[in-house]
């Protein structure tokens, strides 16, 4: 159980990594498609952030405490921080390779979780990854050359 708990803050991390990296880039993003991609962003954005608090809870219910701040999240997400505004082509690359990160992510907990016998968990993960799939066929279709 404890395996689990400790995956599910590097989920929770790396979620809200995720999330501020894609609102980031939905502020700062820049070029001729700018409507369409600050709002794909912006779509982009809102399911991720929905992941955190429903991580968070789930947290709790395993008799945890949820981490709540950038330097915990700093040790424990997957995802590298950006400084810079890259360009728009980049930005959506790095998104999509960030993306299937955090899948891999869930995917080790939904594992953990299965092992665990904690089904209402694993259901909650395996929700969250087809969403986050969702959007690695979005982000790889605007990728398209
Ligand atoms: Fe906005």
């Known amino acids: ?11 929770l991390a790396t979620n809200f990594s995720l999330y501020l990296k894609t609102h ?19 779509n982009m954005y809102e399911l ?19 981490p709540g701040s950038f330097s915990r999240y700093l040790e ?7 400084l810079n505004v890259p360009t728009a082509q980049n930005m959506l690359k790095q998104l999509q ?5 955090f899948i891999v992510e869930m995917k080790k907990a939904n594992k953990m979780a299965e092992e665990e ?19 690695d066929w979005m982000l790889k279709a605007t990728l398209k050359a």
């Open 48 to 66: 991720f952030f929905e992941g955190v608090d429903i991580f968070a809870e789930e947290i709790r219910t395993l008799e945890s405490y949820a």
């Open 117 to 135: 016998n904690a089904v209402g968990l694993a259901n909650i993960l395996q929700d969250r990854i087809d969403k986050h799939y969702k959007y």
């Open 24 to 42: 980031y880039f939905h502020w700062n993003i820049e070029g001729p498609n700018f409507p369409q991609y600050h709002e794909f962003l912006n």
């Open 1 to 11: 159980m404890k395996e689990l708990v400790n995956q599910m803050k590097v989920v």
């Open 97 to 101: 390779t960030d993306n299937i990160r």
């Open 76 to 82: 424990l997400s997957k995802i590298e921080d950006e």
